[in-house]
Structure formats: C-alpha cells, structure tokens
C-alpha cells in the first residue's frame, strides 16, 4: 500500500505542470526538431554507446593503473566500479516496484520515443545509475578518468530524457543512487579487493594488476650486504 501511495504521488507528479515536464518537453521536444539520422544517433549512444564507451575507458584506466608503483590499490579502485554498478542496479529493483512510476510516454500526449518496448517502471533510471556508479567508482580510482567517466553519465543522463524514456527526475535519482553506492561502499571494498590484487600481483597471473617492467622492486643493500627488495608504499589512489 505504501508502495502504491508513493507511486500514485510520483505519477501525480510526472502528471501535473513542474519543472520536471516542463525540461522533459523542451529536451525531448528536440528529437521532434532533430534529422532522422540524430535521432537515431541519440538512441544507439542512449542505449548502448555510453556504456561502451565507459567499458573502454575502464581498459584505458587499467592499462595506466599497472605502470603505478602502487598497481595492486589502483587496479582494485578499478575493480570496485562495476561491481559497485552492479550492486547500485541491483538496490534500484526494490525502489522502482516500490514507487511504481509510469514512463513519461504513458502519462503524456506528444512524447517523441526512440525507443519502444519499454514496460518497466522509469523511476529510477537504470542507465543512469549504471553510468554514474561506473564514472564515480573510475574517479575513487583515478581522477583523470573519473571525470571523463562522470562526464559520459551525465551525457546518458541527457540521452534518456531525450528518446522520452525517462523523466529528468528519474535520472538525477540515478544520479544520487549510483554515487551513494559507489561513494559509501568503497572504504569497504577497496579493504577487501587490495589484499586480493596484491596477490594476483605475486602470482603467475601478475600481469593482470602489474606490468612485467614494473613488477619488480628495486634491490637495495640490506644487513651484511645481503640484498633485499625495496617494499614501495601505497600512495593515494586518487592521484
């Protein structure tokens, strides 16, 4: 019942004049005034290409984590973006059949759809959140490549609203959700995923954390002449 409560005040919501129709008709009213060939532009980068995108973004940050002389807490920070996108979709099940918000299309005449089919309820915004948890998890560990990630969400975040799939609403939840999750959780994870990176790092698989030219330490003079590996320290993972 409460379930039904909040949805039917979210739905009077999406319903009624607002800020939230009022950007949903000037954003989507541009696919109305955009050649074929944008339109359908938008609808591949809206669904696919964004998330391409972050996924080769992730490889470039990876290739660039193992030259670090901290490679095992860096590649970690890496590991921890799609699992704690992962884990943001998964919180978004329960909210969305709690609020039971209807797509923007089925409460409002004239929304121009890219894409049809879509069934489910639209609050919140799974691509947004995908694509905010994926960016904000990049920038816990490495800043360079979390800004262009973060910068590729909110591209998405404008995409959605756009083919007339979502309300802006539902994607700045997507927004709050995925960096909450990736945010909050991270102390967590990184605790628990660096012991593991540190170990691919010594094993056979240590290519995958370290490259081959960075992998050894360097040997200084130890008691009695005897040479010993250099141990380097973690530096900060947002550098």
């Not at 800004?147 to 959605?160: M, Q, Y």
């Not at 490259?211 to 141990?231: K, L």
Request: aromatic content about 8%.
């Amino acid at each position: 019942m409460a379930g039904l409560a909040v949805g039917h005040l979210v739905s009077e919501a999406g319903g009624g004049p607002g800020p939230d129709n009022s950007l949903l008709y000037d954003i989507n009213g541009l696919a109305k005034a955009a050649p074929n060939w944008l339109d359908r532009a938008v609808e591949f980068i809206g669904e696919y290409g964004i998330v391409l995108g972050l996924a080769v973004l992730m490889l470039c940050a990876w290739w660039s984590a193992r030259k670090r002389q901290d490679a095992p807490a860096a590649v970690a920070g890496l590991l921890w973006a799609p699992l704690a996108a992962g884990i943001a979709l998964l919180v978004n099940m329960p909210i969305r059949d709690f609020v039971k918000r209807p797509r923007p299309f089925v409460d409002h005449t004239g929304i121009e759809v890219l894409v049809k089919g879509k069934t489910d309820y639209s609050f919140v915004s799974d691509h947004a959140t995908l694509t905010m948890a994926l960016g904000v998890g990049l920038f816990v560990a490495n800043r360079k490549y979390g800004l262009v990630g973060i910068g590729l969400a909110f591209l998405e975040g404008f995409c959605r609203v756009y083919m007339g799939v979502h309300y802006p609403t539902d994607v700045v939840g997507g927004f709050a959700l995925g960096t909450a999750v990736a945010l909050l959780l991270a102390p967590l994870a990184m605790m628990l995923l660096t012991p593991l990176t540190r170990s691919v790092a010594e094993s056979r698989a240590g290519r995958l954390v370290r490259r081959s030219d960075n992998g050894v330490a360097p040997v200084v003079a130890g008691p009695q002449g005897r040479p010993e590996r250099q141990i380097p320290h973690d530096n900060d993972l947002a550098a």
